[in-house]
């Protein structure tokens, strides 16, 4: 019996339309090639992409769960960020 | 269910719980998902284990019942869905083997617990699946009762596993629609086919039925994993919300329910049924079902058959490695 554990990879899907590529979720693979095409038929049996990213799960830094506060906070108080925070007269038109 | 009297830890009320235990409870009750790095009771993440774990088998045990009639299917296009019905079988459990991961556990130690009978899958695939009809009452009434219980998971709390439900729910009613497309083609073929298509709904009804699990009404570990939300309605409801909606099914296709003391109940706003027999249920998940056997036995099967296959490719891997690595030096 195998008693080796193949790492676990972390797959990055790019759609039709353009878009980033997104996390799509993981599995396990011996080597990188093989977690692309694994990754094929787990991921994009119904045309859900036309390319795929593999990365090693355990290359990824994920920020804490307990900095939350401190990282995400200060942009709540900063609303002029969203164009909708300034009125516009409805005379100059559509900007 | 596909996960079937699932053990939740003990519950507490909000005074008998530590400070971090009702800062918990407070995110679930307000609807925030919990992640996998974050702070939760340790009875939280294991019966999530369980949980996600059962399901995941049964996903992939599930595969079974099915394979069994893919090289007999009766078109080249019937085989072709199916296959990749089954495949997609295969894909959900893998999403939730992932989901399962997340909370420390790895994939290889919850096979080794499915293979050693440890860890339980859905007493449903432990029944044979003996004509092609079959084929048309899994995909409809097992598949179908399978998404009664998955789409209001898409909702629970513990982030991964909600994930691996939206996806899971997005193929699910491919599974049912070609299940019940199979019946619809049988009751309305020569008088044996759709003699055929009686049979399966005779055998599948209770085993369906069965699914959902025993009444938890009065259930502390039920009460607890709603509380948490890993459970988001009873047996007891799914159960007749799956009645409700398969009885008209059953009536389009001229086929007759199983059952002399169905009726529908008008004040109620729902049919009321026969109970299935619940000490047959119990003798399945204790092992004593008719396939009990065969399914544990096919998956240890595989997994030691294909030890070589992995092996080969781990070893392949590392070869690969070590010559990337000598060449880099040797580049440097
Ligand atoms: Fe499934
Ligand atoms: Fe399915």
């Given amino acids: 019996m195998t008693k080796k554990e193949w790492p676990l990879w972390e797959i990055f899907i790019r759609g039709q339309h353009g878009l980033n590529h997104r996390h799509v979720g993981s599995l396990h693979a011996p080597d990188a090639e093989m977690a692309i095409r694994n990754a094929r038929d787990v991921y994009t049996r119904r045309k859900e992409g036309v390319s795929i990213w593999v990365v090693p799960s355990a290359a990824i830094t994920a920020s804490a769960p307990s900095e939350k506060g401190p990282l995400f906070d200060p942009a709540e108080s900063k609303v002029y960020r969203h164009p909708t925070f300034f009125d516009i007269p409805d005379e100059v038109g559509h900007m | ?332």
């Fill in chain 2, 1 to 332: 269910m596909y996960a079937q009297m699932v053990k939740s830890e003990g519950m507490k009320s909000l005074e008998e719980m530590s400070p971090e235990e009702r800062a918990f409870q407070e995110r679930v009750d307000r609807g925030d998902k919990i992640e996998p790095k974050e702070w939760m009771p340790e009875g939280y993440r294991k019966t999530l284990i369980r949980q996600i774990g059962q399901h995941a088998h049964s996903e992939i045990v599930g595969q079974l019942p099915e394979g069994n009639w893919i090289t007999r299917a009766p078109t080249l296009e019937r085989k072709a869905i199916l296959l990749a019905k089954v495949q997609d079988e295969a894909g959900h459990g893998l999403y939730l083997y992932s989901a399962a991961e997340t909370l420390g556990v790895s994939r290889d130690e919850l096979m080794e617990k499915l293979h050693s009978g440890a860890m339980k899958y859905s007493s449903i695939f432990n029944y044979p699946t003996l004509t092609w009809a079959d084929m048309g009452a899994v995909g409809w009434l097992v598949d179908g009762a399978a998404i009664m219980n998955q789409v209001p998971l898409q909702r629970t709390s513990y982030g991964p596993y909600s994930r691996a439900m939206i996806r899971i729910c997005k193929e699910e009613s491919f599974h049912q629609r070609q299940g019940y497309a199979i019946m619809m083609k049988m009751a309305q073929g020569t008088p044996e086919q759709k003699e055929m298509a009686q049979d399966a709904l005779n055998r599948f009804w209770y085993p369906s039925l069965m699914m959902f699990g025993p009444s938890d009404k009065d259930s502390v570990h039920s009460a607890q994993s709603m509380a948490w939300k890993i459970k988001m309605n009873t047996n007891d409801e799914l159960r007749q919300k799956f009645v409700d909606e398969t009885v008209p099914q059953a009536e389009y296709l001229g086929l007759t329910v199983p059952d002399e003391t169905l009726t529908w109940n008008e004040a109620r706003g729902h049919y009321d049924f026969a109970e299935p027999d619940w000490s047959e249920f119990f003798e399945v998940i204790k092992g004593n079902g008719p396939c009990n056997e065969e399914r544990l036995g096919a998956r240890r099967e595989a997994w030691d058959k294909g030890a070589w296959f992995r092996d080969g490719l781990t070893a392949y891997a590392e070869k690969a490695a070590a010559r990337r690595a000598a060449s880099n030096v040797a580049a440097e």
